[in-house]
Nanobody
Framework: QVQLVESGGGTVQPGGSLRLSCAAS????????VSWYRQAPGKEREWVAR???????TYADSVKARFTISRDNAKNTVQLQMNSLKPEDTAVYYC????????WGQGTQVTVSS
């Protein structure tokens, strides 16, 4: 079955960096679009970034030029490099794929605070 496991979250000061990872299994990873979403307390889940099977990437305006999404098809992983972090980036970050339906990981907490 489809499984997505996020890791790499933590607490960082404003201006700092974190690198999230999503490990995938149970499906053909190399031909699947993978996305990152986030959900802050009291807010709806929002899309952050997406990487296609051809490595084409797209980003939400709020993270463009600060976040970089990448994939390693040999390891079935997707990374989200987050630089210049701001307090408003604080959220639970989720990995997502669509295979007949949406699949989500359990999420990893990112807290940006001084």
């Amino acid at each position: 079955q489809v499984q997505l496991v996020e890791s790499g979250g933590g607490t960082v000061q404003p201006g700092g960096s974190l690198r999230l990872s999503c490990a995938a299994s149970g499906f053909t990873f190399s031909n699947t679009v993978v996305s990152w979403y986030r959900q802050a307390p009291g807010k709806e889940r929002e899309w952050v970034a997406r990487i296609a099977s051809d490595y084409y990437t797209t980003y939400a305006d709020s993270v463009k030029a600060r976040f970089t999404i990448s994939r390693d098809n040999a390891k079935n992983t997707v990374q989200l490099q987050m630089n210049s972090l701001k307090p408003e980036d604080t959220a639970v970050y989720y990995c997502q794929v669509f295979r007949t339906r949406d699949y989500w990981g359990q999420g990893t907490q990112v807290t940006v605070s001084s």
